[in-house]
């Protein structure tokens, strides 16, 4: 059987290279250039990066389309009513990335915490003097609550990390308030968001980007959380309001701000260039080599299946 697949760029491991080689054939093309447009009238299987927005219109442009598949868990770029009115099967990457992500949120709330990246500054600069009893003092975790968004499989993997610190999880959930989370090795209270902002020193986003989640921190909840709260992003922008978490960073209100995404990604609010108590990565959260490699073999194993 031949199978026109579109994507943009080599997936990590061979399992894009075999789906290839099994339906032949696999075209590699930038995004949006002239010959990944040109490409859609044919293509029945397209791939998708977590940076690539496909929409309605690229569905119009692809009318032998059969699957859409997205190398992320997060779907918020993909138009999935679109895809389920068309019988376009959609395939994403669950599971796979589940410890990879949270492995990550913890290693923003230790720098943060632990202030890693300026004490790694502070020797690479060649000025360290050497140990001071003040020296770039941090803040312990132990005995601290830690308010998770979002009790997925990812907020569920963080719970567990802070619980083996010694931290007490809560949690909120598109569920609402009401009932325990249960996440391994214990259960944690479900509060509505309020609740848990008031008594939280760690806040971190575990949750898909939707209409419900849109701009859940804003100013007036990041208002709720105690003086020197840490807030840990490795879900979504546009779930913070950066704007307003810059804000309150300067005006020493909020004690760090730990950030794997952004609103409008590759594109950084220049603001956080400058801004005090913050970590800034560039989207790594699934970004080791098994779990790279997994998740290409997981999206590919359902492309194939989708094509039957
Ligand atoms: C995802 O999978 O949604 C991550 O953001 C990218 O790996």
Known sequence: ?????????????????????????????????????????????????????????????????????????????????????????????????????????????LALTRRVAEGEALVRSGQWKGWAPDQLLGTGLAGKTCGILGSGPIGLAFARRTWALGMVPVFWDREGQGGDVDFGPGRAPRMILSDLLRRSAVVSLHCPLTDQTRGLLDRAALELLPPGAVIINTARGGILDEHAAIDLLQADRLGGVGLDVYEGEPEVDPRWREAPRSVLLPHLGSATLETRAAMAGLLCKGLAAALG
């Open 1 to 109: 059987m031949s199978v026109r697949i579109l994507g943009t760029s080599p997936l990590v491991g061979p399992a894009l290279t075999n789906l290839g080689a099994r339906f032949p054939e696999l075209l590699l093309a930038p995004f949006r250039s002239a010959e990944w447009n040109a490409a859609l009238r044919e293509t029945e299987v397209l791939v998708a990066l977590v940076s690539e927005s496909i929409t309605e219109a690229d569905l119009d442009a692809a009318p032998r389309l059969k699957a859409l598949g997205t190398y992320s868990v997060g779907m918020n770029h993909l138009p999935l009513q679109a895809c389920q009115a068309r019988g376009i099967t959609v395939v994403n990457t669950p599971g796979v990335l589940t410890d990879a992500t949270a492995d990550l949120a913890l290693a923003l709330l």
